[in-house]
């Protein structure tokens, strides 16, 4: 069993940042990819980003050059820096890891980005 624990989500104006975190305790050994998602009311929840043990990342095209994500093996953590944010960027994240075929979700946190 894998345990995800967010935080770093909040209120910020249109252009600002924020740095989503995410740790993970238990199994931790058996985690692959770890990365972030995001979800708004009445829409599926989308990828943002995913990062692999090996430190390779992939990002969705609206949030390139934007957002950066980050892992930090020895703290179990992934980052989600956020920059010049927009309030379609409003949702709540979701950190996720994958070890073989199973899959781990946070609790979540709320970004809103206002205009």
């Known amino acids: 069993q894998v345990q995800l624990v967010e935080s770093g989500g909040g209120l910020v104006q249109a252009g600002g940042s924020l740095r989503l975190s995410c740790t993970a305790s238990?199994?931790?050994?058996?985690?692959?990819?770890m990365g972030w998602y995001r979800q708004v009311p009445g829409s599926q929840r989308e990828l943002v980003a995913i990062?692999?043990?090996?430190?390779?990342?992939n990002l969705v095209d609206s949030v390139k050059g934007r957002f950066t994500i980050s892992r930090d093996n020895a703290k179990n953590t992934v980052y989600l820096q956020m920059s010049s944010l927009k309030p379609e960027d409003t949702a709540v994240y979701y950190c996720?890891?994958?070890?073989?075929?199973?899959?781990?979700w946070g609790q979540g946190t709320q970004v809103t980005v206002s205009s």
């Open positions: 996720n890891a994958r070890s073989g075929l199973l899959i781990y």
């Open positions: 238990g199994s931790i050994f058996s985690i692959s990819t």
């Open positions: 990062i692999t043990s090996g430190g390779s990342t």
